[in-house]
């Protein structure tokens, strides 16, 4: 039996060495599975539209119907008071830093137009690029921020509500004056189909490059440079320089972009 005893421990000695070797290469390739599984199952950002509505949260239904129109169209769009802009921006904020949420688009009417500037403004000074803003009739005169990709500023008070950019802004900035129009005064311009198609076509524009454009990075730099290739207008527009946004948040020093547009009736 003694002659057999070598030969045994080294075969057995052979056999947990190869044992050892499978299974340190089973353990690495289930490593490397679970590994590619989880980046896999990483959600990527989604696209939030944020509708604020204006004084008593009734006036404002428009963006209602707005949002439930984007949402046809796969949009995620939710719609809230004025009075909750902040709350709402600290929500964004930590959804947009954990890689939730991106690009965002702002929304408002009246006050809510108002609030959903401040709320920009607030973003920026956290860090965060805002991809659109549209306001449907602000009631004071405001500036944008510096983190705004594009304003779309829908306006029925004339040149007083123009918004204007605001220190270090180098996005696109447009105001939709349609004072001319008599169809359409402060309390019903957000209910507008013709203005809602508008919106429509440039919030598909910023979520549609984001989508097909994968972001190279954290700082919402894809979602800051969509533009839509066709828009709907009618006639008797008046256009100066319009020179797309540059990079995030902190864009580089270039010329403000400015776009004045006035649709008849």
């Not at 050892?20 to 959600?43: C, D, K, N």
């Not at 702002?106 to 991809?131: C, F, N, Q, T, W």
């Not at 013709?194 to 490059?209: I, M, P, Q, T």
């Not at 984001?210 to 190279?216: E, I, L, M, Q």
Request: net charge positive; charged share 20%.
């Amino acid at each position: 039996m003694s002659r057999f005893a070598g030969p045994v421990r080294v075969a057995v000695r052979g056999v947990m060495r190869r044992s050892g070797l499978l299974t340190a290469v089973f353990a690495l390739a289930v490593g490397i599975a679970v590994a590619f599984g989880a980046s896999a199952a990483q959600p990527q950002p989604r696209a939030h539209v944020y509708l604020l509505r204006g004084l008593l949260n009734i006036f404002s239904l428009g963006m209602d119907t707005l949002a439930d129109e984007l949402k046809r169209r796969d949009v995620d769009a939710t719609v809230h008071s004025y009075g909750d802009w902040q709350t709402l921006a600290d929500q964004a904020a930590a959804d947009y830093k954990a890689g939730k949420e991106a690009p965002i688009i702002l929304i408002g009417h009246s006050l809510g137009a108002d609030s959903v500037m401040e709320m920009a403004a607030y973003l920026g000074r956290k860090g965060v690029p805002v991809a659109l803003v549209v306001p449907f009739d602000c009631i004071k005169s405001c500036a944008a921020s510096d983190n705004v990709a594009h304003v779309l500023n829908l306006t029925h008070s004339g040149t007083y509500a123009y918004v204007r950019g605001g220190p270090g802004f180098h996005g696109t900035l447009s105001n939709i004056d349609v004072s001319s129009d008599p169809d359409i005064d402060h309390i019903n311009i957000d209910k507008s189909p013709r203005l809602h198609a508008r919106v429509v076509a440039e919030v598909l524009a910023v979520v549609g490059n984001h989508k097909s454009a994968p972001t190279k990075n954290r700082n919402g730099a894809d979602a800051r440079t969509a533009r839509p290739a066709t828009l709907p207008e009618q006639g008797g527009l008046k256009q100066n320089a319009n020179n797309p946004a540059s990079p995030p948040h902190k864009p580089p020093a270039g010329t403000q972009s400015l776009h004045t547009e006035e649709i008849p009736n």
